[in-house]
């Protein structure tokens, strides 16, 4: 007898969760590999979801979320400048990621096809394909900066593109699309009437230029659907809370199928996410942390013969080009897992055009972020010397 559906057959383990698994049965292990803040989340907030467990917010909220939450959303940062209407155009979710699969779940038909960066976070690729569509890469390189280029977008559009998503700071290359390049995108979105899903989980860190938001530009706050959460800009990863922001059209169903999925955000989470949003500057904090680590990795980069990178412009990876060990992306990262107890996500990870580079995620402590580099070195002097 035939049980799991044929969606939950085609359903497997992502490489970086196998990395994981295998660090965890060793010892000393310096992890580079979770895109994830180390860090706690601030007091404050801690002591804002408190105050409302005492004060009886135990309860479920409407399946949009609290209106003092989606209000709070709509006066915060980029979507700020929105204007999004908290009433009818937010929806709070279960995480980013959430807000992701309930978009997708009500856009997606089978074989519409989404048109997705290459390297790119592969969860949206499970994503499409687990609601019956077809994720189509969008190779982006090195020697552009692993920014998406509106011209190869073009070139893998065809009469079943539905939409492009685009993810700016970049999982996992650190790439911030510029405002030049967001025009064209968002011209031939509008040509080829598309929408955008713009995952923008780490527009609040940037190390160069704010990053621009595509819904803002013009004849885009239509056609785009906001995707974020306060995971990474105040350390709320386990908080699972997100939401998405778009179209009143779009949003209206998302609800209902949250009501099916979900029910809810929780609620406790919900209180805290409103003083978060409302104290801009406990993110702030965690932006000077991540800038001074940033600084760090590439210093400890620069001192490695053999390996070169594009400077991370914002998030907080870098993904260094590891071709001149004449191994693949998988076999150097588990080689240095084995041999130096480090963890590093292969680039082929996130797709075709990742293979050759590997992700580093300065999500760890100062001391453990020089420790693991000087592993690092040691480990590629020794392939070098073996390949001499």
């Known amino acids: 007898m035939v049980v799991l559906s044929k ?21 000393r292990v310096i992890s580079m590999g979770i895109g ?21 917010q135990t309860h479920y909220t409407p399946n949009a979320g609290t209106l003092e939450c989606r209000q709070a959303v709509s006066e915060w940062g980029n979507i700020k400048e929105l204007h999004f209407d908290s009433r009818s155009e937010i929806i709070i979710t279960p995480g980013g990621m959430g807000a992701l699969s309930l978009l997708l779940s009500v856009i997606v038909e089978e074989g519409v096809e989404i048109l997705i960066q290459d390297p790119q976070w592969l969860n949206y690729a499970s994503q499409v394909r687990f609601f019956g569509g077809v994720p189509v890469p969008v190779p982006t390189s090195a020697e552009k900066g692993f920014v998406i280029q509106a011209a190869d977008i073009e070139q893998k559009i065809t009469e079943k593109t539905k939409a492009i998503m685009l993810n700016s700071p970049n999982n996992p290359t650190g790439a911030v699309i510029p405002e030049k390049e967001l025009r064209k995108i968002a011209e031939v979105a509008i040509r080829h009437d598309l929408l955008v899903i713009s995952d923008e989980v780490y527009n609040t860190l940037y190390y160069t230029e704010k990053p621009v938001s595509i819904s803002a530009l013009p004849g885009m706050k239509d056609r785009t659907i906001v995707i974020n959460s306060l995971s990474k800009a105040f350390a709320m ?26 029910a809810c955000a929780n609620s406790i989470a919900q209180a805290a996410a409103v003083y978060a949003l409302h104290h801009p500057e406990l993110s702030e904090t965690l932006h000077t942390v991540f800038q001074q680590r940033r600084r760090i990795v590439m210093e400890g980069l620069d001192a490695i013969p053999g390996i070169s990178y594009c400077e991370p412009d914002g998030a907080f990876y870098v993904f260094p080009n590891i071709k001149s060990f004449r191994m693949t992306s998988y076999e150097f990262c588990n080689r240095l897992l084995e ?20 992700r580093m995620a300065y999500t760890c402590s100062e001391d453990e972020l020089v420790e693991g580099l000087q592993r690092i070195k040691r480990f590629c002097e020794a392939i070098r010397g073996n390949q001499a």
């Open 7 to 27: 969606r939950a057959r085609n359903l497997h383990q992502g490489a970086i969760r196998a990395m994981f698994d295998k660090a965890a049965t060793m010892d």
């Open 36 to 56: 994830e803040p180390d860090m706690a989340t601030p007091m404050p907030i801690c002591e804002a979801a408190a105050m409302a467990l005492r004060n009886g």
């Open 237 to 262: 990863t386990g908080w699972r809370l997100g939401f998405a922001a778009g179209p009143a059209e779009i949003i209206s169903k998302m609800v209902p199928a949250q009501e099916n999925i979900s």
């Open 339 to 358: 041999e130096e107890h480090v963890v590093c996500i292969p680039g082929s990870a996130f797709g075709q055009a990742g293979e050759g580079y590997m």
